[in-house]
């Protein structure tokens, strides 16, 4: 895991089910929100996936569309490889801010409030969440569909 990210470590995996329960809540919402934008397949990344349960509900929605869950966080890619389960869907380790896939082989990413976390937990760098973007963008096949939905501060 990526040092500056070892601060939100929370522990074993049912401390992580306890954290992620509230999350849960919400993430229903970030799904409608941002579904209706995607292509209907190929492949999409789900950039910062949390629980996994978000990439779990685009996979279900659109069962020709490949889903990938990335991650940071070993124990939150375990936790979602161990709690949703899918033939189109998948999960692993990667830090968003950089490449975690070949450059245009992307059909759509989704950041769905996961580039606060990227400048946080890097003292509040704002050029981080410019710089993940413009990583993320490098993996989008030609016509690809960047979605961000998220705040920072200014």
Do not use: W
Not at 45 to 73: C, K, T
Not at 96 to 117: K, M, R, T, Y
Not at 121 to 129: F, I, L, Q, S
């Amino acid at each position: 895991m990526n040092k500056n990210y070892n601060r939100q470590d929370r522990g074993d995996l049912e401390a992580y089910a306890r954290y992620l329960s509230s999350m849960d809540a919400a993430m229903r919402q970030k799904v409608a929100l941002t579904a209706a934008h995607l292509p209907c397949q190929g492949r999409v990344a789900d950039m910062g996936m949390g629980s996994g349960s978000g990439s779990y509900a685009l996979a279900a929605l659109y069962p020709r569309l490949r889903v990938v869950g990335v991650d940071v966080n070993p124990t939150m890619v375990e936790f979602a490889s161990q709690n949703y389960r899918l033939p189109n869907l998948e999960f692993r380790v990667g830090d968003i801010s950089q490449l975690c896939f070949e450059p245009g082989c992307l059909d759509a990413i989704v950041n769905s409030s996961v580039l606060h976390h990227v400048t946080s937990y890097n003292g509040y760098d704002y050029d981080r969440a410019a710089s993940a973007l413009e990583a993320q963008v490098t993996q989008l096949a030609p016509g690809g569909c960047l979605i961000v939905r998220d705040f920072l501060a200014s």
